[in-house]
T-cell receptor, first 112, second 109 residues
Framework: IAGITQAPTSQILAAGRRMTLRCTQD?????MYWYRQDLGLGLRLIHY???????GKGEVPDGYSVSRANTDDFPLTLASAVPSQTSVYFC???????????FGQGTRLTVV | GQNIDQPTEMTATEGAIVQINCTYQ??????LFWYQQHAGEAPTFLSY??LDGLEEKGRFSSFLSRSKGYSYLLLKELQMKDSASYLC??????????WGAGTKLIIKP
């Protein structure tokens, strides 16, 4: 089944630890995105990639890094997790003209 | 700054009609999206408007007025499964989506 897959589904992480959230899509979309969603706030863009080999910073990039070695994978890394990074993280993909975006099922991350 | 405003919560009755409003102020405009998000799930695409007017898709319709910076999502013949959050998002001049906080719609029997 075509779509976008995130792993893990949920995670409890000790502050200061490094963590990589995985995202894989099989729709051959050029553009991929990482968002965080917090209660009472809209989805906020962390990082994006318009094509393999390129990445860009979104609205809230501090404390996060991404890579885009190929079309399908777009991992998000927290180098040293802090409690304020507790959130639900969504990966999404779309055609480069950025019409309909398809979302993964989300990763619920708790930093303690 | 860029801003998307929509009501936090609305309540409606099964079988009725509800209109969810969205106003926006963004750096440029390349279209407005509505997404549905059930609790604990991912957002799913509902509609896209780039020209003024009404787009109808089954029980759901979306309206856009670019001059007023305004859109609404109209849901007809409400069903219990329509209980969800509805997210308004605008694509700005950099082709990035700016998201509203979402409207939680509660459907009562």
């Amino acid at each position: 089944i075509a779509g976008i897959t995130q792993a893990p589904t949920s995670q409890i992480l000790a502050a200061g630890r490094r963590m990589t959230l995985r995202c894989t899509q099989d729709m051959r979309h050029n553009a991929m995105y990482w968002y965080r969603q917090d209660l009472g706030l809209g989805l906020r863009l962390i990082h994006y990639s318009n094509t393999a080999g390129t990445t860009g910073k979104g609205e809230v990039p501090d404390g996060y890094s991404v890579s885009r070695a190929n079309t399908d994978d777009f991992p998000l890394t927290l180098a040293s997790a802090v409690p304020s990074q507790t959130s639900v993280y969504f990966c999404a993909s779309s055609e480069l003209d950025n019409t309909e975006a398809f979302f993964g099922q989300g990763t619920r991350l708790t930093v303690v | 700054g860029q801003n998307i405003d929509q009501p936090t919560e609305m309540t409606a009755t099964e079988g009725a009609i509800v209109q969810i409003n969205c106003t926006y102020q963004t750096s440029g405009f390349n279209g407005l999206f509505w997404y549905q998000q059930h609790a604990g799930e991912a957002p799913t695409f509902l509609s896209y408007n780039v020209l003024d007017g009404l787009e109808e898709k089954g029980r759901f319709s979306s309206f856009l007025s670019r001059s007023k910076g305004y859109s609404y999502l109209l849901l007809k013949e409400l069903q219990m499964k329509d209980s969800a959050s509805y997210l308004c998002a605008v694509m700005d001049s950099n082709y990035q989506l700016i998201w509203g906080a979402g409207t939680k719609l509660i459907i009562k029997p």
